[in-house]
């Protein structure tokens, strides 16, 4: 049975459902995404914005203290990119990273 770093390459969804395995993968993945509630609660954020700074983001779970520190932040925004469940795109200008939700992420408006 594959685990995760026989999938650890892929960079698009499509890729995932070339195998049965890849598609259960990413299902459990996804699955594991939504589910967590510091997950979850980023996605809220994220999906009522749109569009936000990874500044900005950081800040508001901290204040909220839905995170404790920028280690668990990137701990779980990396897990929501690769669920494809978020966007990280970086303006050329300024450098700066936003986050935007993407349609698997929009599963959130379902959720609350």
């Known amino acids: 049975m594959p685990d995760e770093f026989d999938f650890k390459n892929y960079k698009k ?3 995932f459902g070339r ?3 890849g598609t259960r993968y990413l299902h459990s ?4 995404a939504v589910n967590n509630p510091v997950r979850r609660e ?3 954020i994220v999906n009522n914005l749109k569009r936000i700074s990874k500044k ?3 800040k508001k779970l901290l204040n909220e203290k839905i995170i404790e520190d920028e280690t668990m932040f990137d701990y779980n925004m990396d897990f929501l990119i690769k669920a494809f469940c978020i966007n990280s795109v970086k303006d050329e200008t300024n450098e700066e990273i ?3 939700i993407t349609q698997s992420g929009k599963i959130i408006e379902y959720l609350e």
């Open 13 to 15: 969804m499509e890729e």
């Open 19 to 21: 195998s049965v395995e």
């Open 29 to 32: 993945l996804y699955l594991r």
């Open 42 to 44: 980023i996605l809220i």
């Open 56 to 58: 900005d983001l950081l």
């Open 98 to 100: 936003f986050y935007e």
